[in-house]
């Protein structure tokens, strides 16, 4: 069954993937470390960050954990395939430290002893930069390695006091160069100087929101840094704020679905959906919905493949995934895998006659399609998948208010997801034929918008013509009250003191404000 779903899928996918121009990835995370405290993020954040660029149309060239040697090579390999690149992309997450204004990003087998060890043990990224300057047109580097870095204090001190100066905590501003291109954008995961979060779930929050915001279609790279600029502010209740820097002809865009709008735009490269024609539409929550969900559905239906391959952890399920993805988004993964499984003696099968999904490739079953699992079933919600989401509190108030509209009665919307809110979730779910979880994933938050597109925008509606009416009335109130005679507002004020207490109105009010802070603190 696994192997006649994946040739199914690798059927449907055949003969859709666009034409795109060249772009190429250089995706690094290291966490493992040897000589210093292990980072939990890393590891996750490339992998994801891998796949998605794939689903963008990149070539990447891809690493986790990653030793000295281990990182030259992948520098190198990168430098060879980004040659006359028309996108070149550096994604790197895990430590790094600056020395006399220099960055420097750190394998997980470097020990950092004294200055000796900067230039045999760690890799600039002015290195890896110039290695993106050749004949490329537009240069991208993402660093989410400002991280608390241990190795940088143990150098400090062994430097001494006068030399140690030019130790810097954080990452040390890049400053773009003129390269002939169309451009550069340079992003740290905070500002220069500065110490970025870990984060509290399997991604950081820099990279949660970098991949969450990325691929949206016809959003140009400047919008889309400027939206995880924000993400990042608010999940960190203001600690972190991305530094970015970027220095464009014009807008670049990494996910052009649809005809060039007027004006100047660069580096589109083609397409990552099918170009549909110009028509009249009535409902733009509607429209949006319908553009975004079905690759969505299909990034959780390639997740779902190989989250099923991994759960197994064989090498004929890993081919079975090559087999139908020889160019996937984990199909590094995949061979690494293979290769880690062979080495600990467990042999791949070498007849192609008898790989499970080569055998399925090549003879589809007719009926095989109607074994496609739907992600929004299929795919348990976890704590984890939601976590995914990066959903802010704001984010969440929506998702309140969208169950609300669905039906299910969690309550006045405030951000806080306690019991109410997971009851209704599992009574959404299970209306909807999900396992009962309690907990989101992707395709399932994207059904619930779907579901009640048109209820929240009447909503939102309603919400603002309620705002303008308590302001206009405001406004009138305020015009009045100033049109009173001074003496009455004297009388009232002696009336409301004189009694060492508080007037029947007065008294509703702050009984009303501690109500609503009582209730607010409840999670619903």
């Known amino acids: 069954m696994f192997t006649r779903m994946i040739a199914v899928l690798a059927i449907l996918i055949a003969g859709t993937a666009p034409a795109l121009a060249k772009r190429v990835a250089l995706v690094i995370g290291n966490g493992a470390y040897e000589h210093t405290i292990p980072l939990p993020n890393p590891s996750n954040d490339a992998e994801l960050m891998a796949a998605k660029l794939r689903s963008l149309g990149f070539e990447v060239v891809a690493g986790q954990d990653q030793t000295y040697n281990d990182m030259r090579r992948s520098v190198l390999d990168f430098a060879k395939k980004a040659y006359g690149a028309e996108i070149a992309v550096l994604f790197y997450a895990g430590h790094g430290m600056q020395v006399g204004g220099q960055n420097l990003l750190i394998p997980i087998d470097a020990k950092i002893e004294d200055e000796t060890s900067l230039d045999f043990e760690t890799i600039s990224v002015d290195f890896i930069m110039r290695q993106m300057s050749k004949d490329v047109k537009v240069q991208m580097v993402f660093l989410d390695a400002c991280r608390d870095n241990p190795l940088a204090r143990t150098l400090a001190r062994r430097m001494g006091p006068s030399r140690s100066a030019n130790l810097g905590s954080g990452l040390a501003e890049i400053k773009v160069e003129e390269t002939g291109g169309e451009g550069s954008v340079i992003a740290f995961a905070t500002s220069p100087g500065d110490v970025a979060l870990d984060g509290d779930g399997k991604n950081s929050p820099f990279t949660s929101a970098l991949i969450r915001h990325i691929d949206t279609p016809n959003a140009s790279i400047q919008t889309v840094m400027t939206r995880v600029t924000g993400d990042v502010y608010d999940a960190t209740e203001k600690r972190q704020r991305p530094w970015v820097n970027a220095s464009l002809i014009g807008e670049v865009f990494l996910n052009k ?69 020889p160019k996937g988004t984990f199909a590094d993964f995949a061979r690494n895998s293979i290769k880690r499984l062979s080495n600990g003696a467990q042999v791949a099968a070498v007849n192609p006659a008898t790989t499970p999904g080569a055998a399925a490739a090549a003879n589809p079953t007719n009926g095989a399609a109607a074994s496609l699992p739907n992600p929004q079933t299929a795919i348990p919600g976890t704590a984890e998948t939601e976590a995914a989401l990066g959903w802010n509190r704001t984010a969440r108030r929506e998702v309140q208010t969208r169950l609300n509209l669905a039906g299910h009665n969690v309550g ?30 992707a395709a399932q938050h994207l059904l619930l918008n779907s579901q009640t597109t048109a209820q929240y925008t009447a909503y939102i509606a309603e919400i603002k013509r309620k705002q303008q009416a308590a302001a206009t009335s405001r406004s009138t109130t305020t015009r009045r009250a100033n049109t009173t005679p001074q003496r009455t507002t004297n009388t009232t004020r002696r009336t409301n003191n004189g009694g060492g207490g508080l007037n029947p109105a007065g008294a509703a009010f702050i009984g009303g404000v501690v109500g609503g802070i009582l209730g607010g603190a409840i999670g619903r």
């Open 257 to 325: 679905s649809t005809a060039s709008a007027e004006g100047t735009e660069v580096a589109s490269l083609g397409t990552t959906t099918t170009t549909v024609p110009d028509q009249a539409v009535t409902n733009a929550a509607v429209s949006a919905a319908a553009t975004t969900s079905q690759p969505n559905l299909d990034w959780e239906r390639e997740k779902l493949i190989w989250e099923a391959a991994k759960s197994s952890d064989t090498v004929a399920d890993y081919e079975s995934y090559l087999a139908a993805y």
């Open 412 to 441: 006045r919307p405030d951000g806080a997801f306690g019991p109410k809110t997971r009851a209704g979730v599992v009574a959404w779910q299970t209306q909807n034929g999900m396992v009962p979880t309690g907990f989101f994933t």
